[in-house]
């Protein structure tokens, strides 16, 4: 099979005011040079995605933008609630679902999760499904099986390699400074991509799995080579354009 095009997605999480169009506005500047390599994403908070877009305009420079969350429904009594289409309105075209943090402060469960997959999709955009073991199960020699669960429960049926990207983070790498080694993170990817193309079939086979937690520009080079990665979530680095591009010049 012809080589999965990296993604490096970005996920700014509760960062980012107006000020922050600069940096947004540097990474475009960025972008073409890395357009041999990857394709590029930023997921900035809701309040930015409207603002953000204006600036990238149309399906641009192989850069595009997507939202952390969404409501399930399409719209109606949910306050404080942001619906797909309200974001694929302001211009994503990917949304992040069951992060950890979410799965964690507001009791995600996986079908909670796939049903914002579903949603993502029902919108017209693409989702970034996220899976995870906390330090505790990794500690219990669970790792696999909680991976499995969460890919069981968290994806809907109908994943293609359009409508799904697959996120891999660990809870004890996020905002740590810890990455697991490259044959754990060799280890657990094999085990999604069977888990794929075991449910998915040949689609299964093209669905990019990306790697995060702790991602930054001096380990990004050696965690992109590990077989079955293709791509990175960002967290924190994904915060400054000259970190964010480098780790894509890492692909
Ligand atoms: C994330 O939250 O998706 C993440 C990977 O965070 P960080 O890169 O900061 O560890």
């Known amino acids: 099979t012809a080589a999965i095009r990296p993604l490096i997605a970005g996920n700014w999480k509760m960062n980012g005011l107006k000020a922050q169009l600069a940096e947004f506005e540097a990474m475009l500047v960025g972008a073409p040079a890395l357009a041999g390599r990857a394709d590029l994403l930023i997921c900035p908070p809701a309040t930015l ?58 009791g995600e469960t996986d079908a909670t999760v796939r049903a914002k997959a579903e949603a993502a999709w029902r919108a017209g955009v693409s989702a970034i499904i996220c899976v ?21 429960g968290s994806l809907p049926d109908g994943c293609t390699a359009h409508n799904t990207v697959v ?51 001096s380990n990004a080079a050696e965690l992109m080579a590990v077989p079955e990665v293709n791509g990175a ?19």
């Not at 995870?132 to 069981?152: F, K, M, N, S, Y």
């Not at 979530?233 to 692909?251: E, N, P, Q, R, T």
Request: aromatic fraction near 6%; proline fraction near 2%.
């Open 167 to 217: 996120a891999y983070e660990p809870v004890w790498a996020i905002g740590t400074g810890r990455t697991p080694t490259t044959a754990d993170v060799e280890q657990v990817h094999r085990f999604i991509r069977d888990r794929l193309t075991e449910r998915f079939n040949g689609e299964g086979a093209e669905i990019r799995i990306l790697y995060g937690g702790s991602v930054k520009p």
């Open 132 to 152: 995870g073991e906390t330090q505790d199960e990794r500690d219990a020699g669970q790792t696999l099986d909680v991976v499995g669960r969460q890919l069981a």
């Open 233 to 251: 979530l960002v967290g924190g680095a994904s915060l400054k354009a000259a970190d964010f591009l480098a780790i894509a010049a890492g692909c």
């Open 49 to 106: 995605v409207l603002l953000f877009g204006q600036k990238l305009g149309i399906g641009s420079r192989g850069f595009a933008l997507g939202a952390q969350d969404c409501h399930v429904n399409v719209s109606g009594a949910h306050t404080g609630d942001i619906s797909a289409e309200m974001l694929a309105d302001a211009g994503a075209t990917a949304i992040i679902v069951g992060h950890s943090e979410r799965r964690a402060d507001h």
